[in-house]
Every structure is written in C-alpha cells, then in structure tokens.
C-alpha cells in the first residue's frame, strides 16, 4: 500500500467529483482506508441499493483497523496539536502504516508528520 485515502476524497468520489474519481480508479490497488473512514462514509444516508454499493465500493479497499500502535500514535499527535479523534486516527493510521495520507483538508493535520497528497488542488 502507499495511500491512506481521507473520508473526505471518498465523498468526493460519491459525489461525482470527476479528479477524485480519477485518482482512486488509478490508484485503487495502492490505496487503503481507515476503519474511521469507513465509518464515517457509511453513517451518511443512503437509499438500501445506495449503501449497499457504498459498502462494496469501501471493501474493494485494504482496511486498517485501529490498533494499539495506532492509538499510541494519536496519543503523541494529540500532545503535538488539538485534532478530532476521528481525523487523529486517520493521521496515525497514515503514520504508523508509512502511508502517504490523500486528503483535501490538509490544514486539519498541519504541525504533525504526516506526508500528503491533495489530488484536488489546482497547480
């Protein structure tokens, strides 16, 4: 794996977003998700065909479940910067998984190691 894809960039997706689309579609055996975003993505309504293909879609990618390494990692990152629990674990999924986290709202995880990868911002 390299990528640890944001929630965000899956919504993106969803919602028809043509470079996210791109993105995942030409990555999708290099990229995994966090069990946060898989979570989050699926807490949305959706019609039962709607979700059940969301659900698909999400296990077409490697999952990473939160383990302890994972939460001593957020642990440290929480020391470093205020940040949601659900965007700490994505962060410290990335890290302790080397992965390089895509997201659009890299301001979120500023001030902490994490490499990124916006494929939505305009050169």
């Not at 929480?78 to 986290?101: E, G, M, T």
């Given at each position: 794996?390299?990528?640890?894809?944001?929630?965000?960039?899956?919504?993106?997706?969803?919602?028809?977003?043509?470079?996210?689309?791109?993105?995942?579609?030409?990555?999708?055996?290099?990229?995994?998700?966090?069990?946060?975003?898989?979570?989050?993505?699926?807490?949305?309504?959706?019609?039962?065909?709607?979700?059940?293909?969301?659900?698909?879609?999400?296990?077409?990618?490697k999952?990473?479940?939160?383990?302890?390494?994972?939460?001593?990692?957020?642990?440290?990152?929480?020391?470093?910067?205020?940040?949601?629990?659900?965007?700490n674990?994505?962060?410290?999924?990335?890290?302790?998984?080397?992965?390089?986290?895509?997201?659009?709202?890299?301001?979120?995880?500023?001030?902490?190691?994490?490499?990124?990868?916006?494929?939505?911002?305009?050169?």
């Amino acid at each position: 794996m390299k990528y640890l894809i944001d929630s965000n960039i899956i919504i993106y997706h969803l919602n028809g977003e043509n470079i996210a689309t791109s993105f995942l579609v030409n990555n999708k055996n290099q990229c995994s998700i966090s069990q946060i975003s898989y979570i989050e993505i699926l807490s949305f309504s959706f019609t039962p065909e709607q979700e059940a293909d969301v659900k698909a879609f999400l296990e077409g990618f490697k999952i990473i479940d939160i383990t302890r390494d994972i939460a001593i990692q957020a642990i440290k990152n929480r020391k470093i910067k205020k940040i949601k629990v659900p965007d700490n674990i994505i962060a410290a999924s990335a890290q302790v998984n080397d992965l390089i986290l895509v997201t659009r709202n890299i301001s979120d995880f500023s001030s902490l190691d994490v490499r990124f990868f916006n494929p939505l911002a305009r050169n």
